[in-house]
């Protein structure tokens, strides 16, 4: 940092880089575009997500309960 630094711009482009990463994921993970977009939205608004509700649920892909992956891919969406 410097007096030449712009704290609240470079702030706000390292937000929308981390932003895009979260975006980018959507496809690797196989996310439900349109619920991930704004699960992220409104993530980056509350600054927080709830990980306890049905909220991540309702993004992930089709997935059998049985089969005991479903808790661990929900846990590497969080």
Same mark, same amino acid.
Not at 18 to 34: G, T
Not at 48 to 70: E, V
């Given at each position: 940092?410097?007096?030449?630094?712009?704290?609240?711009?470079? /702030? /706000?482009?390292?937000?929308?880089?981390?932003?895009?990463?979260?975006? $980018?994921?959507?496809?690797?993970?196989?996310?439900? @575009?349109?619920?991930? /977009?704004?699960?992220?939205?409104?993530?980056? /608004?509350?600054?927080?997500? !709830?990980?306890?509700?049905?909220?991540?649920?309702?993004?992930? @892909? @089709?997935?059998? $309960?049985?089969?005991?992956?479903?808790?661990?891919? !929900?846990?590497?969406?969080?």
């Amino acid at each position: 940092m410097n007096v030449s630094t712009k704290v609240n711009e470079d /702030r /706000r482009k390292f937000i929308l880089e981390l932003k895009e990463e979260d975006i $980018r994921a959507i496809k690797e993970e196989k996310l439900k @575009p349109k619920e991930t /977009r704004h699960l992220i939205e409104k993530a980056f /608004r509350d600054g927080t997500i !709830k990980t306890t509700s049905t909220a991540i649920d309702k993004i992930m @892909p @089709p997935m059998s $309960r049985l089969s005991g992956g479903r808790a661990e891919k !929900k846990q590497g969406i969080i």
